[in-house]
Nanobody, 120 residues
Framework: QVQLVESGGGLVQPGRSLRLSCAAS????????LGWYRQAPGKQRELVAS???????NHADSVKGRFTISRDNAKNTVYLQMNSLKPEDTAVYYC??????????????WGRGTLVTVSS
């Protein structure tokens, strides 16, 4: 199993920045990709950005040029740097680990989420 703990959310004014962190523990060796998802009130959870073991990244069109995902393998931590925040970025942000283990197949693990509120 993989455990994920997010931190870094909060209230921020439009145009400002925040950095989210997600520390992974447990069966780290089984992680294929780490990612950030978000869910706004009344909306479905959506992918924000993901990063594979090899370092390749994927960012949603709505955050390209503003958000950047990165990972520190030594610390088993994934980050989401969020710049030029907009009110529509307000959501609960969830860390995700997609894993694969022989005998278990693919699994998805989730953190508890951290709230980001963008408001003046």
């Amino acid at each position: 199993q993989v455990q994920l703990v997010e931190s870094g959310g909060g209230l921020v004014q439009p145009g400002r920045s925040l950095r989210l962190s997600c520390a992974a523990s447990g069966s780290i060796f089984s992680i294929i990709t780490l990612g950030w998802y978000r869910q706004a009130p009344g909306k479905q959870r959506e992918l924000v950005a993901s990063i594979a073991n090899g370092g390749s990244t994927n960012h949603a069109d709505s955050v390209k040029g503003r958000f950047t995902i990165s990972r520190d393998n030594a610390k088993n931590t994934v980050y989401l740097q969020m710049n030029s925040l907009k009110p529509e970025d307000t959501a609960v942000y969830y860390c995700n680990a997609h894993t694969f283990q022989t005998g278990e197949g693919s699994m998805d693990y989730w953190g508890r989420g951290t709230l980001v509120t963008v408001s003046s």
